[in-house]
């Protein structure tokens, strides 16, 4: 009987696993989100973190598992994850970026990846959006609730930020916004 209900157990937090895992973010490196662009153009959204950093995490833990927010990205957007301080090499618009400087043996802290750099993400949390042929769009930095990230999501998408070249017409495009999160 006891080994019965520790199958179950088991087999219990396997399922529960498995089905979290299926919930999330379909988070990709961005070489491999700039290759699927070529076969199906698509918007890039780029988290932006370091390991040490706590509204990373709380991102993370409070945004990036909110049902709404995963499914909008994985429907609308190819989703990059993006340690800014570590040591993957990135090629974008023909140029190949390092981090020279990183140190494997740090604890915390370690130096900006020549990506990060070249975005000018100088905060952490970043997200950063990508147009369907990998231009660069824009940087917002800091930590976002699902309702904060959601006017970004979609504005971006629809391409309304197109229209948005002031601070009357930001306020007024937030002041428009129904929120469906």
């Not at 130096?111 to 990998?134: D, R």
């Not at 970004?152 to 495009?173: C, G, P, Q, R, V």
Request: overall charge neutral; proline content about 4%.
């Amino acid at each position: 009987m006891r080994n019965m209900r520790l199958t179950f157990g088991v087999l219990f937090f396997l399922i529960i696993g498995f089905t979290y895992a299926q919930d999330g973010i379909n988070w990709m490196s961005m070489n491999e989100a700039l290759e699927a662009q070529k076969k199906e153009p698509k918007k890039i959204f780029m988290d932006v973190y370091t390991t040490w950093c706590g509204p990373c995490k709380m991102l993370d833990r409070n945004t990036f598992s909110d049902k709404n927010v995963i499914e909008y990205i994985n429907e609308n957007y190819y989703a990059v994850k993006f340690n800014a301080e570590g040591n993957e090499s990135v090629t974008y618009q023909d140029f190949t970026y390092t981090n020279p400087n990183y140190r494997p043996e740090r604890r915390g802290r370690n130096s900006q990846h020549l990506f990060a750099h070249a975005l000018k993400v100088n905060a952490y949390p970043t997200l950063v959006f990508f147009k369907e042929n990998g231009d660069l769009i824009q940087a917002v930095p800091g930590y976002r609730t699902p309702k904060e990230l959601e006017i970004f999501l979609k504005m971006i998408h629809s391409d309304d930020y197109l229209n948005i070249t002031t601070n009357e017409a930001w306020n007024e495009y937030q002041k428009n916004f129904k929120s469906t999160f």
